[in-house]
């Protein structure tokens, strides 16, 4: 993940410069690849992320259990969560890895959660603000998110599995776009840097 703000984008050298220009572009190539594998084979693409997203989970519950085995003398409060914790991870990603249709729409069910989460948030956040810029804009997006939510709980397994798999394509592209422009705005800033070296 690349976190920059205009400050930190002047003060970075012509050498860390060149270096996150090359991992942006990098990034957004196969960012602009997977996104469009997502939309062009959803099916395919979701057994996929539903392979990728359970083998990620049981890394997770190893590495649980490795804690485990090597801090030994941490309270057993601490060893009981973190063996629920560890069993949970590696049940997760095994009903992801033996049926990826389920996977995937347990996925829909966190990210139908997490749009109710952030519409009812953004809504209260909007009435919060009223009066001032981008209020209305808070509630409509709120109301968006919500629409949305509300569509995908509606959808059948199936429709559901191709929705979820589309969603995160789309998410893909647009994180491409991202890392298409930060990559512009450090090609941007370059010039400047050097044209303050040529003046001194």
């Known amino acids: 993940m690349f976190i920059f703000n205009q400050y930190r984008m002047k003060v970075l050298s012509e050498v860390s410069r060149l270096h996150y220009k090359k991992h942006a572009l990098v990034m957004a190539i196969l960012l602009l690849i997977c996104g469009a ?3 062009l084979f959803p099916f395919m693409a979701g057994m996929y992320l539903a ?13 649980t259990l490795y ?8 309270h057993w409060k601490s060893k009981l969560i973190s063996a629920v914790f560890a069993i949970a991870w590696l ?15 347990s996925l829909s069910i966190v990210f139908c959660c997490l749009f109710i989460i952030g519409g ?12 001032r810029a981008g209020a209305i804009w808070n509630v409509l ?11 995908w709980l509606g959808l059948n397994p199936s429709q559901s599995y191709l929705f979820t798999t589309a969603f995160i394509g789309l998410e893909m592209i647009f994180s491409a776009g991202g ?5 512009k705005k450090l090609s941007l800033a370059q010039p400047k ?3 303050m070296k040529d003046s001194q």
Do not use: E, H, W
């Open 141 to 151: 997006i709120g109301v968006f998110d919500l629409l949305i939510a509300a569509i």
């Open 67 to 74: 804690c485990l085995l090597v801090f030994r003398t941490q």
């Open 51 to 63: 392979y990728i997203t359970g083998m990620m989970f049981m890394i997770c519950g190893f590495y």
């Open 193 to 195: 840097k050097l044209a």
């Open 179 to 183: 890392f298409i422009s930060l990559r």
């Open 120 to 131: 009812v948030s953004r809504i209260v956040s909007g009435f919060t603000m009223r009066g």
């Open 91 to 105: 049940l997760l990603g095994y009903s992801f890895i033996a049926n990826p249709l389920v996977g995937i729409n």
């Open 37 to 39: 594998c997502c939309l």
